[in-house]
Structures are given as C-alpha cells and as structure tokens.
C-alpha cells in the first residue's frame, strides 16, 4: 500500500500557521487521518508527545524518508471545534481556490501580541489570629513594608493587587515573599475587553402576528424534530423579519444551542444590536471592523469559552468558534458584503450552509430582495421558501412616482431634483418631517449615456457598458472590445451624451441652495470615517436634529426612521450601467431597499425614483415592489448569455508588475483553458472569454489582466481550476506572477 503523509500544525494559536512539520501514517490510521483530526505526534529531539492537526495530506515525502516520524495516535472521538474549522478551510481551499495558509487564516483567529487584561486580588490564605502572630513578628524586625500589607488583610481580607502596588506604595516583591511564607496567595482573574457595555435589559418580546408566528414555529418545530435545514425568508420591508429571528434564536438557545447571526457591516449599528440585547441580555457579543484587536480576539475567546450564546457581526462572525452550534441566521442575504474580496474569495453564505453541515445547525436567510442564486435554489427545492407580503403594524408600503429625467429636460428642468421632488421636499419641510435623499452610485464606473433619450453605450458582445476611459475610448472590460467616444448619441443624435456621475458634496451644496431653510446631513465615505461616525450621524438624524439626509448606499440599510416620508432617489439607473452582469439586479435591489425607509411609522410615505430609462425592467418592477415579476425577467436574461445562477463563470486574476509579463502569462493561462475545453470535446458547454485588460487594468503600478469561464456545472469549474493550477505550477512566468481565482465575482475586474 502506498505510504501517506500528514502536514501537521502544532501551535494553532500561532501566527505562523503556514509552519508545518510532516509525519508518515501509520497503516491502522489511514481511515481516521483526515483533514482536521487532532492527532498525537513525537515532537523535537526530545519527541515529547504533543497535539496538532492535520491540514493536508499527500504521497509525497518532503523529507528524507528515515528522517520522517510516524504519527503516534489519531484521537478519533476527540469533537474539537479546531478540527471542524480546519476541515472547514480546507473546502473552503477546494471550493473556491486559494492556498490552505489563506484559508486556514480565514478560519482561526491568530493570537497576535496583545496584553491580557486581568484583575489581580491579594487575600489572606491563614487565620486572623496566625496574620497577628506573623505582624508582630514583622513589627519586631521592623519590616516595614510587610507590616502595612498585614494590617491592610487584617482589616479586609482581600485587597486589589493595583491598591496595594499604587496607593500602599508596596513592592511586588514584598507579595512574593508573603506569598513563600504561605500568608497571602494573588487570585488572578481574566478579564475579556466587552465591545458591549454591561446595562439592565428587559426581555423585550414582540407579539408575532400570525404570519410571523406561522414562519417561526414551522421552521422550530422542524429543528425541535432533528431537521436541519437552509430557510429563505422573502419578507418586504418593515415585515418584521427580525422579529421571527429572534423567536428562532430563543428557542435554539434554549435547547443550549449557540447561534450566529450574520448583518452585513453597513448595517450593524447599535440601533440594530440593541434589539438583541433588550431580547438576550450579555449572553450576546458582537464581532465588526472597528474593534480593537484586544476586542476582537477577547470576544473568540468568549465563545470559545462558552461565555456567550449569539455572535453578532457581518462575514468574519462566521468563524466564532462555538462548538455547539445550532443555527446560523444571515439577514439581507443579497448582500455583496458577504463575499470576500481577497482571497480565500469565498461567499459568506455558501460557507454558512457548508458550516451548518458540520455543525448539525440549521440556516436561516432572509432579505426583501433575495440574490438571484438563493431564490432560483429556493424554486429548486433546495432551500425552503417562506414570505411576509406585507407590513407589520399599521404601517403601509410608499406611494412610488417614477419621474423620467429626458421629460425634465426637455421642459427646461437642468437641476438634478425633478418637479415633483421638489414639490414633494417643499410639503414635508412645511410640515416638520423628515426626508431622505439616496445618490444610487454603486458600481458607478464612467458609463456614457444620452441625457436626451437615455440610450447608454454597450458591448455588441456581452451586452455590458462600455467604460470612459481618460484616452477617449470605451472599453468592455468583460471581452476587451475597444471603440472611441461618439461626439453625438448614436441613438438619437443629441449632442448631450458624455460620461455620468454626481457626488454626495455636490448633491449636499445643491440641496442647500435650493432649500436654505432645511438642516442637512451627508453621510458617505467622507464623513464616516472616524469609528463612531456612522452611529454620530444616525443618532442625530433619529433625534431630528436634521430635516435631510443626503447619502449613498450606507443610508439605506435597514433604518427605521418613523418621520421619514419622502424618499427621493436621484438617479435610480446609475448601477444599470456598471460594467457587470449583475447591474439590473443591485440596482433592483437598492430601490427597493431605499423605498423601504419611507412611511416605516405611522405616517404614510412616498418615494420619488428619477431616471433616464422609467420603461427599464428593474425600475418598473423595483416601483411596484414585485420581486418574481423582476426574477422571472432578469434569470431569462441570465440563462440567455450564461450568467450566474443560471451557470457560473470563474475568473482568474493574473497581475504583475512586468506589463508585458501578466500579458505573457494571461495568454498561456488562456491558453491553457481552450486546449483543456477542446481535449475534453466541451466546446458547447463551455466558454473562455479573454484575456482582456482588467477594468483596474493598473493599480499601484502592478498591471492587471483577466480571464473569464463560463460553464453550468460548477464542480467542472473546478476540475478546470484544478488541472490550470497543476499546469501553471510548471509556467516559468507564474515566479513574477500573482494569479487568483474568483468563482461567480459580485464586481467586475
């Protein structure tokens, strides 16, 4: 039989998690020695028997074969949360391509150089009566210092050790001493740095209404009957979703379960948190970008130590190391925060449901606009599909105007607020609400439109804009097509066509121009960028001490706001024109998320949405809030030109500071590609677009290159990743090269 090795990490809490040391195994192991076992190993000259995991395994000896040791034991029943997150990283490695150090420092927490914090107690370890005897004792040999201690214990039993250091002005040394003559001992105990301030909570339970209460007992009574199980919740906005999570997590938690809940980061602010807290008290803690590193490392330690029972925080809290996991809720599931933008390139909600497998937990998503990839598997079958159609409370969905911006333009109208937007802004100002203005900017990447008929420049090859580049020309970034820039608008003629973009600064200036009575607020990247700025604007917002809120897609996730009743979104069809096949469903999605915010109290909303193309699918169908309307049209779009989820496309990254390098290998990689679908005769079924300059095509003088593959079967995208990566390896070029792969990019390269 052939003889296997393992790669075995023996500090997991180590930086160097990429330091491992190989072992041979063992005939009666090679069942049980799989990717994370905890395994027993000889170690150093000594060969001291210690724990490690196994992180790969191969035929190939990477030693002299009689300098390699043999594993000692697998310890087969050993249910180490280590070993689950380590079998985790590597079908992470697998599914989405990155090495195994990248993955596995994904999944584990690193412990860095950070300084415990600790509360240290001297107290008395004798009798009242044997500390006299030792005080006098001291008296007699004038030990000063040791003396104050004693009277000090003598009066309270225990002291704090910074009081007797600080303010008794007595040497660490004197404790020591105590503490060999067995009169005192120092009691430490370990103190977690809490994101979370410690205050009263009140178990704050909403009444459920039916539709709600329905959702929550169906998916509670499939847990309590051992189903585990991925739901999708399809609730509009203000239906209550939140509330269901929580009745769900009650009940998980009560079983002594443990339970992540996934936001993504834009919307994790205190308002959010604490909902939760008021419901669960300090069993909670919360994970995001802004705490420390002391913060964050504390709060892993919490789980791990079993201190708490829900993990709060966006794609990162899907790793807390709970080792009783139950259940794994990730809300506004259509989020593109929840994929990783470096690599490993893994989406958030994949790995959810893979971890749940692991776990024996049960998987919760919800969103008023579901991705198109979960609703299609929810249609399929393969997760349970549930819906909340309308608001709770009293509370109605907006009135929705669509104003067409080639009218306004034509009527004279050059400001960017059209004639009912104004109307509208003047009526709510006059009665002391509250109004929010959202400039749609996402994936704004120089397209060039008509501003007379609305026609935008596209690829001929993959129905994509074109993006305006400095040289004058417009470039697809998908396929590479070139073409210069038009001095008229093909489509109608018109002279006004040029690249589009506003700002929030601009927006801001015009907005107090045009209504220099109101009080406004900006919120973007500018004016968020210290750690409490979001919460600062939010809170002062809520508090009305604004009547204006002008912001990019950061003021439109999940805020509830009961005096906003106008909602103007200046231009609705910005992200139609991102160079990216999923432009029709982010702009889809953010209409409806931003018409969301309006009339959440118990005043009725409106919601005015200007564009250039009112007649456009996403726009009409975002109007009326009718997700299948919208599904039905754009999956028709996707399964047409293959894009996911109705197939899936593999991109891979090739960079190099060496221009003509990354071009050089892009070509061989490409190369590769074509020759592999021609050997296996999948000319129909699979499709090698490029290389093409990136969008990016420079950055930080490193010059960028892309590949795209598009094929249905996702494990044959694999095979394909996994037979280029065997093959690059032997590329002289790949040393002065960078290559990642990206299945199914939410951004364009």
Not at 536 to 554: C, P, R, S, W, Y
């Amino acid at each position: 039989m052939e003889q296997k090795y393992a790669d075995i990490i023996i500090d997991i809490s180590h930086e160097n998690l990429d330091k491992t040391y190989q072992y041979a195994i063992p005939e009666k192991y090679l069942e049980t020695a799989v990717i994370g076992a905890l395994a027993i190993v000889p170690f150093g000259k000594g060969n001291n028997q210690r724990k490690g995991y196994i992180v790969d395994i191969s035929s190939v000896p990477k030693w002299k074969i009689e300098q390699i040791k043999p594993i000692s034991e697998i310890v087969s029943d050993a249910l180490v949360i280590e070993s689950q997150l380590i079998h985790l990283a590597y079908w992470i490695k697998e599914t989405f391509g990155s090495t195994m150090n990248d993955a596995l420092k994904t999944v584990i927490p690193v412990k860095k150089q950070i300084k415990s914090k600790e509360k240290k107690t001297i107290r008395l370890i004798v009798t009242i009566e044997e500390a006299r005897v030792h005080l006098a004792e001291f008296q007699r040999k004038n030990n000063k210092a040791r003396v104050r201690l004693l009277e000090e214990l003598i009066q309270q039993d225990e002291l704090e050790f910074e009081l007797v250091t600080g303010k008794l002005n007595i040497a660490r040394t004197t404790i020591a001493d105590l503490e060999k003559l067995g009169i005192v001992t120092t009691d430490v105990e370990k103190l977690y740095r809490n994101p979370i301030s410690s205050q009263e909570y009140q178990k704050n339970i909403l009444e459920l209404t039916e539709q709600q209460r329905f959702i929550a007992n169906d998916i509670i009574g499939e847990y309590q009957s051992g189903i585990r199980n991925t739901y999708l919740i399809h609730g509009v906005t203000g239906s209550g979703k939140t509330e269901v999570y929580m009745e769900i997590i009650s009940e998980v938690v009560k079983e002594g379960k443990q339970v992540i809940m996934l936001i993504p980061e834009i919307a994790l602010t205190y308002q959010t948190v604490m909902r939760f807290i008021k419901r669960f008290g300090n069993r909670i803690s919360i994970m995001n970008s802004r705490l420390s590193q002391g913060e964050r490392y504390d709060q892993y330690l919490r789980a791990k130590n079993n201190d708490i029972d829900i993990m709060i925080g966006p794609r990162s809290a899907l790793f807390t190391p709970f080792d009783n996991l139950g259940l794994i809720i990730i809300d506004e599931e259509h989020e593109g925060s929840y994929k990783s933008e470096s690599p490993p390139k893994y989406h958030g909600r994949e790995v959810a449901v893979k971890r749940a497998a692991l776990s024996g937990a049960s998987v919760v998503l919800g969103s008023a606009t579901p991705s198109l990839e979960s609703y299609k598997k929810a249609l399929d079958g393969e997760y349970k599909l549930y819906t909340l159609p309308s608001r709770i409370g009293k509370a109605v969905l907006p009135k929705i105007w669509i104003e067409d911006l080639r009218e306004e333009l034509k009527n004279k109208n050059k400001t960017i607020f059209s004639n009912k937007l104004r109307e509208l802004m003047e009526d709510r100002l006059s009665k002391n609400q509250q109004i929010m203005l959202f400039i749609n900017r996402r994936g704004y990447a120089g397209f060039v439109s008509c501003r007379s008929c609305g026609f935008v420049m596209k690829c001929p090859h993959c129905d994509i804009s074109l993006t305006y580049h400095k040289s004058g020309n417009l470039v697809c970034h998908y396929c590479g097509y070139e073409e210069s820039m038009p001095g008229k608008c093909p489509s109608c003629g018109s002279k006004y066509i040029a690249a589009f973009g506003t700002g929030t600064q601009k927006v801001e200036e015009m907005v107090k121009k045009e209504f220099p009575q109101a009080k406004v607020l900006r919120m973007d990247m500018d004016t968020t960028k210290n750690k409490d700025g979001h919460e600062k604007i939010l809170a002062a917002f809520a508090n009305q001490e604004a009547d204006i809120l002008v912001g990019t897609q950061m003021i439109v996730k999940g805020h509830d706001f009961p005096m906003v009743t106008l909602v103007g979104i200046l231009a609705a069809d910005l992200s139609l024109y991102a160079g990216d096949y999923r432009a029709s469903e982010r702009t889809f999605q953010l209409l409806v998320q931003a018409s969301g915010r309006a009339g959440r109290g118990k005043l009725p909303g409106e919601v005015v949405i200007q564009t250039y193309q009112p007649e456009h699918y996403s726009i009409t169908t975002a109007s009326t809030g009718n997700y299948i309307s919208f599904y039905e049209k754009e999956i028709a779009y996707r399964d047409l030109l293959m894009y996911p989820p109705a197939a899936h496309i593999l991109a891979i990254l090739i960079a190099s500071k060496a221009e003509q390098k990354a071009m050089d290998l892009a070509m061989e990689i490409g190369n590769t590609a074509k020759q592999w679908v021609e050997q296996n005769a999948l000319q129909k079924s699979t499709f090698v677009i490029g290389p093409a300059a990136a969008e990016l095509s420079r950055a930080n003088d490193i010059y960028r290159y892309v590949i795209y593959i598009k094929k249905k079967d996702y494990d044959g995208l694999v095979q394909m990743k996994n037979y280029m990566e065997e093959v690059m390896n032997g590329m002289e070029l790949i040393k002065d090269c960078m290559v990642q792969f990206d299945f199914n990019p939410m951004n364009s390269y």
